[in-house]
């Protein structure tokens, strides 16, 4: 008579099931890093399991460092995840002028991508999420509201990135918008002040949007493309000019001391 080798299959814990699927919406930029999650009734109705269970889950990405909790102020997503470009070598690329080209560059090698992605594979609720940004965008171009400008041109890249549905592209070009935050913010705010280049970036802008609305995607490519060539190329111009001006206080200081 043959022995049956085979041992039972062991079911997996419920808290185990919730916790994969908190992981999955992490991942998948459902919950984003410093993001408060939903309250526990909330999440336990939506996952359709006892709170008991769902607590001991959190539990378990607490002690990985996936979340953590603030006493009596809820549970949130860990702030450091996707930080890998956060880290001393980061610093010393933001540090020194001659590598910004090369972070740039590989930003508009992403965001091209992303952009044709996202022409493919944007759901309705993509585009209305895209839309209603743009939508803001185009106003505060209108009212003339530069840092708010600024600061709705990155979540349009950002609202395409997540269009794409590729999570490492999507969480690369976070860890990389969270690098260069202030460096992005502070310049296109100065950008934006010129008038003809603020014009140029929202043409580019809306070419962009109308690409991937309409699943052109070699279009929304070139798009990005060109938009992001075009901002790169005046940064780099205004980093050049506040060196340059830099310098010559410089001069001047030691060709005229105290």
């Not at 549970?75 to 610093?91: C, I, K, M, R, W």
């Not at 743009?134 to 997540?162: C, G, P, R, S, Y």
């Not at 990389?176 to 992005?184: E, P, R, T, V, Y």
């Given at each position: 008579m043959e022995s049956n080798h085979f041992g039972r299959v062991k079911q997996p814990k419920i808290s185990d099931i919730i916790m994969k699927e908190l992981e999955s919406m992490i991942v998948e930029g459902s919950f984003t890093a410093g993001q408060k999650l939903p309250a526990e009734r909330e999440l336990a109705a939506r996952f359709d399991v006892s709170r008991p269970s769902l607590r001991e889950a959190i539990q378990k990405l607490i002690a990985r460092g996936v979340l953590f909790s603030r006493h009596g102020g809820g549970t949130y997503v860990s702030?450091?995840?996707?930080?890998?470009?956060a880290d001393p070598l980061q610093d010393l690329l933001c540090a020194h002028d001659e590598f910004l080209y090369d972070q740039l560059e590989f930003r508009d090698a992403l965001e091209s991508l992303a952009a044709y992605y996202a022409a493919l594979?944007?759901?309705?609720?993509?585009?209305?999420?895209?839309?209603?940004?743009f939508t803001q965008l185009v106003e505060a171009n209108q009212n003339q509201a530069f840092a708010l400008e600024a600061k709705l041109d990155v979540e349009f890249h950002m609202i395409i990135a997540e269009a794409a549905h590729n999570v490492v592209l999507l969480h690369t070009l976070r860890s990389?918008?969270?690098?260069?935050?202030?460096s992005i913010s502070s310049n296109l705010k100065n950008l934006f002040e010129k008038k003809a280049a603020r014009q140029r970036v929202m043409?580019?802008?809306?070419?962009?949007?109308?690409?991937?609305?309409?699943?052109?995607?070699?279009?929304?490519?070139?798009?990005?493309?060109?938009?992001?060539?075009?901002?790169?190329?005046?940064?780099?111009?205004?980093?050049?000019?506040?060196?340059?001006?830099q310098r010559?206080?410089?001069?001047n200081e030691h060709q005229n001391p105290r």
């Amino acid at each position: 008579m043959e022995s049956n080798h085979f041992g039972r299959v062991k079911q997996p814990k419920i808290s185990d099931i919730i916790m994969k699927e908190l992981e999955s919406m992490i991942v998948e930029g459902s919950f984003t890093a410093g993001q408060k999650l939903p309250a526990e009734r909330e999440l336990a109705a939506r996952f359709d399991v006892s709170r008991p269970s769902l607590r001991e889950a959190i539990q378990k990405l607490i002690a990985r460092g996936v979340l953590f909790s603030r006493h009596g102020g809820g549970t949130y997503v860990s702030e450091q995840l996707g930080s890998s470009f956060a880290d001393p070598l980061q610093d010393l690329l933001c540090a020194h002028d001659e590598f910004l080209y090369d972070q740039l560059e590989f930003r508009d090698a992403l965001e091209s991508l992303a952009a044709y992605y996202a022409a493919l594979r944007s759901t309705n609720t993509d585009k209305d999420k895209l839309t209603q940004c743009f939508t803001q965008l185009v106003e505060a171009n209108q009212n003339q509201a530069f840092a708010l400008e600024a600061k709705l041109d990155v979540e349009f890249h950002m609202i395409i990135a997540e269009a794409a549905h590729n999570v490492v592209l999507l969480h690369t070009l976070r860890s990389l918008h969270a690098m260069l935050a202030k460096s992005i913010s502070s310049n296109l705010k100065n950008l934006f002040e010129k008038k003809a280049a603020r014009q140029r970036v929202m043409e580019q802008h809306t070419h962009l949007y109308q690409a991937i609305m309409e699943g052109k995607a070699e279009e929304a490519r070139a798009a990005a493309h060109t938009h992001l060539v075009f901002v790169e190329d005046n940064l780099l111009k205004m980093r050049q000019e506040e060196t340059r001006i830099q310098r010559s206080l410089r001069r001047n200081e030691h060709q005229n001391p105290r």
